[in-house]
């Protein structure tokens, strides 16, 4: 078992008493006890000038003061809250988890909410300013900790707030990440001359050790984010997690996340304080250091604030749904769970530096998406997914996927390996079908039905939709409701005319009633695979393991629950606090449908003038709602969401891990594989 030294103040002695961890290095009490006299810097709104977004037109990085001033200068609009909450309200009649808010089930309690009560809440709260209603609004969403279902006002996401300080949490401690140094001249003299501006020597952090955050412990700060901040997973450790810097291969290339602490797509804070020890202080006394933020703009330019509204808050011809009886390009996307972006986009991903890259040569299968190596010694390969998605840019294209897998396989086989380690760090997700694939190559066809029983919320407008599907023989191909996208739990085909809510299932939870579809699993005639699926496993599946930190999203959590529950393979998590437990799986929804995809339907089956229909939205915004639940083979009336189930093995990270994946990869051969 390897020991490592923990210097937060809440490590708890059984866990030194069972020797999981090396006691922690006593606190120098003759360090001065705070060089911090204030916490974060928080924007309060001053007089704005007559036009705060003419001042910040036109720039890439400007100080969050400036842009929140912008984005606050827009009044509050009451028939633009009813409209808002009028469709939120009804988006919410559909999503599969909602009672469950009520009194989420241990561990994961932090996610409870009334979510009617907070709707009528923010129905009856003056505002001043439209962002505030927003943000109040992306708030309680955000913290529902569903990644599926959230609010997504794209007036308000425009900037995105980056601070020059992403920190880790290793086995000795919090640090500002030591490879910072190198990671953000990658995003251009612009923003190192913002800093140069503010006598900011972003440079000198890196590696710094971190005892105060925002006047707070460390380790409370980051709790602190991870309970309000972080949202997207039920567990509270794998936001903790989400909170720090770590690699990932999201985009085609092997990149960093600069975690939730140094980068937000809502724009609230100035700067930071930390108190702490440079690795080049000469005295080793902490400092503190009044780190600020920059907001970066990447968007279409705007002149003013009538043309920021124009372009970023009024609603737009893509916005709503659309009649697809109508459309002459009528299509639906294959069924997926959804690739969930976890952090806001470029410039927030910095290719990993150099030190940090895999050094092993690529195998078969690599892709850029997903990349496969052989470990020296040639008996472990290693597939590191960053997405279950395809290679295309056409969302429709299923076929690179399986292909690049069997590939991967074929090679691993050819050389004499012998063990499968599957690296699913920052994983958002995908198709849901490519990850079923996955699943079943490995398993092999004699195993049966590669995915779950899953259900749908049996609401009256879903039912209406149903019976509408069947009456006007929509199949698939306009419809994500009909009948024909499903099988039965016998893997034979759901005929056109089967109306799987006659009758409902009963559903009760926490004493609510709330009746499902009948059950069903997925469909998946889309994916394309070059040959048979063999139908033995290609590994023995006890050499099977699959490495993450729990930020495993959609697709991912539904794959490697499928793994867990269905074969027990090996699962290795890195990271969080280690006294605190941690799931494998992050946010293990089934199906994620936007907000433009219900009115889609809604609208293609005649039922928008129906009274329990949405209104169209007439804001740029977005509504996404997780559409169905998957129950787990271990209690087959729990959604998996709500199963807790913790890895089988947990390490932290190391300085020499925290963003070196072949470390990490070699590291878990040597412990799991000996």
């Not at 290693?382 to 074929?410: C, H, K, R, W, Y």
């Amino acid at each position: 078992m390897l020991s490592f030294r923990f210097l937060c103040s809440w490590l708890l002695p059984s866990l030194l008493s069972r020797g999981l961890l090396a006691a922690a290095a006593p606190i120098r009490e003759d360090l001065p006890p705070d060089p911090c006299a204030n916490t974060t810097g928080l924007y309060s709104r001053q007089d704005l000038p007559p036009d705060p977004c003419a001042k910040i037109a036109g720039l890439e990085f400007v100080d969050p003061a400036d842009a929140i001033a912008c984005q606050k200068s827009f009044p509050f609009n009451e028939t633009l809250r009813q409209n808002v909450l009028s469709v939120v309200s009804r988006v919410f009649d559909f999503y599969t988890f909602e009672d469950f808010y009520l009194d989420s089930p241990p561990p994961f309690q932090e996610s409870t909410k009334n979510i009617r009560a907070e709707l009528e809440r923010i129905s009856n709260t003056p505002y001043a300013t439209d962002y505030d209603f927003n943000m109040d609004l992306y708030d309680l969403t955000n913290q529902l900790n569903d990644g599926h279902t959230r609010w997504l006002p794209t007036c308000y996401l425009t900037y995105q707030n980056i601070l020059p300080a992403p920190i880790v949490l290793l086995d000795e401690g919090v640090f500002i990440a030591p490879d910072s140094d190198s990671l953000f001249d990658q995003f251009g003299s612009n923003f190192t001359d913002y800093f140069a501006a503010k006598g900011l020597d972003w440079r000198r952090l890196a590696g710094a050790k971190v005892l105060e955050i925002g006047g707070m412990p460390a380790c409370d700060y980051i709790d602190s984010v991870a309970r309000t901040a972080s949202g997207n997973y039920l567990d509270h450790n794998v936001r903790v997690n989400s909170v720090l810097s770590s690699y990932q291969l999201p985009n085609g290339n092997l990149s960093q996340r600069l975690g939730d602490l140094a980068s937000s797509l809502v724009l609230r804070q100035t700067s930071l304080k930390f108190s702490l020890i440079p690795v080049d202080s000469p005295s080793g006394n902490p400092e503190c250091i009044d780190v600020p933020f920059v907001a970066f703009f990447g968007g279409n330019p705007f002149d003013d604030g009538p043309s920021y509204w124009d372009l970023y808050c009024a609603a737009t011809n893509t916005t709503n749904g659309v009649d697809q009886r109508e459309s002459s390009e009528a299509s639906r996307s294959p069924t997926r769970a959804v690739r969930v972006k976890v952090e806001a986009g470029s410039p927030s991903e910095p290719d990993l530096p150099p030190p940090f890259l895999p050094t092993l040569p690529q195998s078969d299968g690599s892709n850029g998406l997903m990349n496969t190596y052989i470990l020296p010694g040639n008996k472990t390969g290693v597939m590191f997914i960053g997405t279950f998605e395809s290679e295309q840019s056409d969302n429709n294209d299923l076929a690179q996927f399986p292909a690049d897998v069997v590939a991967a396989v074929a090679t691993f086989q050819a050389s004499g390996v012998t063990n499968l380690l599957i690296d699913v760090t920052n994983n958002g997700g995908g198709f849901i079908c490519l990850g079923l694939f996955l699943h079943q190559y490995l398993a092999g066809t004699n195993f049966g039905l590669p995915g779950f029983q899953t259900t749908t919320r049996a609401n009256p407008l879903a039912q209406k939709i149903v019976k509408s599907d069947i009456a006007e023989g929509l199949n698939r191909t306009v419809s994500v409701y009909s009948p024909d996208n499903w099988l039965f739990l016998n893997g034979t085909h759901m005929p056109l005319d089967f109306d799987y809510y006659d009758p409902t299932l009963p559903y009760v939870i926490n004493g609510q009633q709330d009746p499902t579809s009948q059950r069903f699993t997925d469909f998946c005639p889309d994916v394309q695979v070059p040959g048979p699926i063999p139908p033995d496993p290609p590994f023995d599946l006890s050499n099977v393991v699959i490495v993450g930190n729990g930020n495993c999203a959609s697709t991912c959590a539904i794959f490697t629950t499928l793994m867990f529950e269905r074969h027990q393979t090996k699962i290795v998590t890195f990271g969080g606090h280690p006294d605190q437990s941690i799931e494998y799986k992050g946010m293990a929804g089934t199906q994620v449908l936007e907000w433009v995809a219900l009115d889609t339907e809604i609208k293609t089956t005649g039922l928008k003038d129906d009274p329990l229909a949405p209104p169209d939205l007439l804001v740029n915004a977005g509504m996404r709602y997780n559409s169905r639940s998957a129950y787990s083979f271990f209690d087959e009336n729990l959604p998996i969401a709500y199963v807790s189930e913790p890895p089988q093995f947990r390490f932290p990270y190391t300085a020499e891990t925290y963003n070196n994946p072949e470390k990490v990869w070699t590291f878990v051969e040597n412990q799991i594989f000996g």
